[in-house]
């Protein structure tokens, strides 16, 4: 018996109305596999989206692929219970509006800088907090994090920075170089 309105893909093996609660058994899931996501990430930004289309959740998804980041949007009382696995005590009332979770995986500023990008341009997404080294921050600490360089970015500078001394070593030895045979030419265009 087919019910009418929209589905979505539920568990494994069944579909079911997106308007249908869920059992205690998927809330469970969900929480942990937030937790999981929770305890593998080096950093986490909380973000309240409102007019978050489709479009912009496949763009940022595509996005954060690229960068080592997972995105997840669930009801605030499975990520405070999520947290609080994970030895964080939040109160859902400190979450406001509908909460996008980014994870970073493989750095610590990846998903402060992806989600500044993302609510740049746009209204009605706003960055809330997130965690950073095991420990909750603020938005101004989030935003603080998104505008540092990236870890590529400092690894150019150090490059930079060792190799200057290094090059104008090599230009004083190519300068003294030269000079001997600028003389050298001299002496024999004399004789």
């Known amino acids: 018996m087919r019910i009418a309105g ?14 249908m609660p869920k059992t205690r058994a998927q809330k469970e899931e969900i929480i942990a596999q937030l937790a999981d996501q929770f305890s593998r990430a080096k950093a986490a930004v909380f973000t309240s989206v409102s007019g978050y289309t489709m479009e912009d959740a496949n763009a940022l998804r595509e996005k954060g692929r690229e960068k080592g980041i997972e995105l997840a949007v669930a009801k605030k009382t ?11 005590s939040v109160k859902k009332d400190g979450l406001d509006g509908s909460v996008l979770t980014t994870f970073g995986l493989q750095d610590e500023m990846s998903a402060a800088k992806l989600m500044a990008d993302f609510a740049k341009n746009r209204e009605g997404i706003t960055l809330i907090g997130g965690i950073l080294e ?6 101004a600490s989030v935003k603080q994090l998104a505008s540092l360089p990236s870890r590529e970015e400092l690894l150019a500078k150090l490059v930079g920075s060792l190799n200057a001394p290094v090059s104008g070593f090599v230009n004083v030895l190519a300068g003294n170089l030269r000079s001997l045979l600028y003389a050298l030419n001299a002496i024999k265009d004399t004789k």
């Not at 929209?6 to 308007?19: A, E, L, V």
């Not at 499975?78 to 964080?88: C, P």
């Open 6 to 19: 929209s589905f979505i893909k539920g568990r494994k093996d069944r579909i079911q109305p997106h308007f």
């Open 78 to 88: 499975l990520l405070v219970r999520a947290l609080e696995k994970n030895g964080f």
């Open 134 to 139: 095991g420990r909750m921050v603020d938005a």
